[in-house]
């Protein structure tokens, strides 16, 4: 059962952004400091991408856990109420990421997505990010 009423929990979730996530915040923060300049939310690129690097054709996605059902992940866990709805939420989010990850590479772009959960070990997201920058 949920602990909070209907009205409530469809406010809660109406704040939750798309943009500027804490996430999101870290690793542009993080790509930044190694030098790596960027354009936000590429809006004419498939899945609008979190960060962009033009002249690489490059970009990087920044999926929070819940929201894009991380497979195995403890942030991906469905909620009680509800939860029909969520787990068809998270596959349709899913299949999505997947479309536009094909869309990018056929149009000559390399994707890497970064987990939320992933973040705990910042040394290792910033080796990926690396290599994937510098390929």
């Known amino acids: 059962m949920d602990r909070l009423t209907p009205e409530r929990r469809s406010w ?19 790509v930044f400091a190694m030098g790596y300049r960027y354009r936000l939310h590429g809006p004419k690129l498939p899945g609008k991408p979190d960060l962009v690097f033009g002249s690489r054709r490059k970009v990087l996605f920044v999926h929070g856990c819940f929201w894009h059902g991380h497979e195995d992940c403890r942030l991906s866990r469905t909620p009680k109420s509800n939860s029909g709805f969520w787990r068809d939420k998270a596959v349709s989010n899913r299949a999505r990421d997947l479309r536009n990850l094909k869309d990018l590479a056929e149009l000559g772009w390399g994707a890497l997505t970064v987990w939320q959960c992933e973040l705990k070990d910042r040394e ?9 920058l510098e390929e």
């Open 12 to 30: 809660l979730m109406s704040q939750v952004g798309s943009k500027d996530t804490a996430p999101e915040m870290v690793v542009r923060r993080m």
């Open 124 to 132: 290792h997201v910033a080796e990926r990010i690396k290599a994937f």
